[in-house]
């Protein structure tokens, strides 16, 4: 099973190639050039992995929360590929594609949203179920973010930390540790999406939509 997959709901743009289980991936910090850098790249990465668009079996994307114009490069991308070779797609949660770079049990990802607030959710990795939802994503204010029991060494991961260091200090002390310079990648988007292509659980490029759990971009003026 040949999967493409893309990851811009960040300050990184990804896109990878998961082939019987090896992965190659390209990923760069974009600089907000994701829409110049990602066909390029998911032709490199093909060219890497000796494949070419009509060798696909599906096309994977990560849908967000993020940038709401990263989350839109990347459906529009995997939509257009996925029509044109006539393959299924698989929307990733990025939230949950970010968690899957860390190799601890329990990961709580943490994502600068702007505004004041912080796109979160929680997951848990078991050698049987692989990653599952324990606190779906969410978007609020870092103040009111709490870990989901205290019960489990919960890790936490996300730019979130850095940005919001102060807010979050009660929160922080709660945790088993913090990897603040992670983000979701288009490699564990690939991997998750093997999976759930596997349970039979791909879909028409038209059903592929963004998750961006908020509904505004900016503060108004009498918020600022």
């Not at 896109?15 to 910090?29: F, L």
């Not at 096309?59 to 929360?65: C, D, F, L, M, S």
């Not at 190799?103 to 990802?109: G, I, M, P």
């Given at each position: 099973m040949n999967i493409l997959a893309v990851e811009t709901s960040g300050d990184y743009c990804?896109?990878?190639?998961?082939?019987?289980?090896?992965?190659?991936?390209?990923?760069?910090?974009a600089g907000g050039r994701h829409s110049q850098l990602l066909l390029p790249q998911?032709?490199?990465?093909?060219?890497l992995a000796g494949l070419g668009f009509a060798?696909?079996?599906?096309?994977?994307?990560?849908?967000?929360?993020?940038s709401f114009?990263?989350?839109r490069i990347a459906c529009s991308v995997a939509q257009?590929?996925?029509?044109?070779?006539?393959?299924?797609?698989?929307?990733?949660?990025?939230?949950?594609?970010q968690a899957a770079t860390q190799?601890?049990?329990?990961?709580?990802?943490c994502q600068d949203a702007r505004m004041g607030?912080?796109?979160?959710?929680?997951?848990?990795?078991?050698?049987?179920?692989?990653?599952?939802?324990?606190?779906?994503?969410?978007?609020?204010?870092?103040?009111?973010?709490?870990?989901?029991?205290?019960?489990?060494?919960w890790w936490g991961c996300g730019n979130a930390f850095t940005a919001y260091a102060e807010p979050l200090t009660v929160l922080t002390g709660q945790l088993s540790g913090i990897v603040a310079d992670s983000h979701p990648q288009a490699s564990t988007v690939a991997t998750l999406a093997a999976g759930e292509l596997s349970a039979g659980r791909g879909m028409a490029a038209e059903r592929l939509l963004p998750l961006y759990v908020r509904d505004r971009v900016a503060l108004k003026i009498g918020e600022r």
């Open positions: 990804s896109a990878a190639v998961w082939c019987d289980g090896e992965i190659r991936q390209e990923i760069v910090d998911c032709r490199q990465v093909l060219a060798e696909l079996d599906a096309v994977a994307a990560g849908i967000g929360p993020g114009t990263g989350i257009g590929i996925a029509f044109a070779v006539d393959v299924p797609v698989v929307g990733v949660v990025s939230l949950l594609a190799s601890h049990e329990a990961v709580l990802v607030e912080v796109y979160h959710a929680a997951y848990r990795h078991t050698a049987a179920a692989g990653w599952q939802e324990v606190s779906p994503p969410r978007v609020g204010r870092p103040e009111h973010i709490d870990i989901p029991d205290n019960h489990t060494p």
